[in-house]
């Protein structure tokens, strides 16, 4: 008899154990823990798709960087680059739904998933946590180069075929940019992808393509330099900090195409912890020094929390899937 109790004992603890083990391998754990600890008890990894240096990349750190008093752990960058966001989305994938592990989310990544992410991912697959930063992307050349105006440079390339322009992976964001500009205007292009803006930049000045499509963080400081000459802007309005250069809309050019940053985590965070993590982003974005960093580089923030983001997200991922279906030739 004492046998059997002991044995009933022995398999209620081996019960617990595996469904202790469950929870925790699926994610399920609250943000308070039995022994009164709350998340997080563990540096948080950040991933970034692009090369550090990027708009996004610099963005991410200087949430992290601002974060600091808000969380009780770190939050770490970690970059992987490669895949046209692959790389970083396999790795998200990977790793348990419990808030540890998040990463950035930018348009040019979820335009991909209609191309070279299809067939592994899916915008379901992920929840958007927060919007941080927007702007529209600029299509730009060196200052020393031949083209003064974008219509300049249309001309040069319906004379000469196959002007090479550069950008971020095939089918994002910069890529429909591209396909879009030059099927409105006749132009024949050839389109050359780089894993992020701090590349691009680099093709540009280094003379291995003559024109870029990239973001206003990227040019920046090029500008300033004397070095890079933005022709034209791809959002609703003239930009600020450039007031004399014009937006494809304003040429005739029926397209608006903008960037947004922010982050994202695999479905299914609990509540409370997605409730944590938002917050510290927003109180970060709040923070004196966020904002100065959003000063020195001409950038602009605009706070949405996850119900506003996902439904943004998803609007532009729509209309990003018409548009490729309009530009893309099968």
């Known amino acids: 008899m004492n046998f059997t109790r002991n044995l009933e004992g022995v398999f209620s603890r081996v019960t617990l154990l595996m469904v202790l083990v469950a929870v925790y391998s699926l994610g399920l754990v609250p943000a308070e823990a039995a022994d009164g600890t709350r998340f997080p008890i563990k540096p948080i990894t ?19 960087q601002h974060a600091k008093k808000h969380l009780s752990q770190p939050m770490v960058i970690v970059n992987k680059p490669g895949g046209s966001g692959g790389v970083m989305f396999a790795s998200l994938m990977a790793d348990p739904t419990d808030g540890y592990t998040i990463s950035t989310i930018t348009s040019a990544l ?37 083209f003064k105006t974008l219509k300049e440079m249309i001309e040069y390339a319906k004379k000469n075929p196959r002007l090479k322009i550069g950008g971020q992976a095939t089918y994002s964001a910069l890529h429909l940019l591209a396909l879009a500009l030059a099927e409105e205007s006749g132009m024949p292009i050839s389109y050359v992808p780089y894993r992020g803006g701090s ?14 499509v990239s973001s206003p963080t990227t040019m920046n400081q090029h500008v300033e330099a004397g070095k890079v000459r933005i022709l034209v802007a791809s959002g609703e309005k003239r930009l600020p900090q450039w007031k004399d250069v014009p937006t494809l809309k304003e040429l005739g050019y029926d397209i608006v195409i903008t960037q947004y940053r922010g982050f994202a985590a695999k479905k299914g965070l609990p509540p409370d912890v997605r409730a944590i993590l938002v917050d510290a982003i927003r109180k970060a974005m709040d923070e004196p020094g966020f904002k100065d960093y959003l000063a020195k580089n001409s950038q602009f923030a605009e706070f949405m929390g996850p119900d506003a983001f996902t439904a943004a997200v998803r609007a532009d991922y729509n209309y990003m899937g018409k548009l490729m279906q309009k530009v893309v030739k099968k």
Not at 46 to 64: E, F, T
Not at 120 to 134: M, R, T
Not at 138 to 144: G, L, N, W
Not at 199 to 212: D, F, K, N, Q
Request: proline share 7%; hydrophobic share 45%.
């Open 110 to 146: 979820i335009t991909a998933l209609h191309g070279d992410l299809k067939k592994d991912f899916s915008i379901d697959q992920f929840e958007f946590l927060a919007h941080v930063q927007k702007e529209p992307f600029c299509i730009a050349v060196k200052s020393d180069g031949p």
């Open 199 to 212: 590349e691009i930049i680099a093709s540009l000045l280094g003379g291995h393509v003559p024109v870029v």
């Open 46 to 64: 950040i991933l970034n798709s692009s090369p550090a240096g990027s708009p996004a990349d610099v963005m991410a750190r200087q949430i992290a």
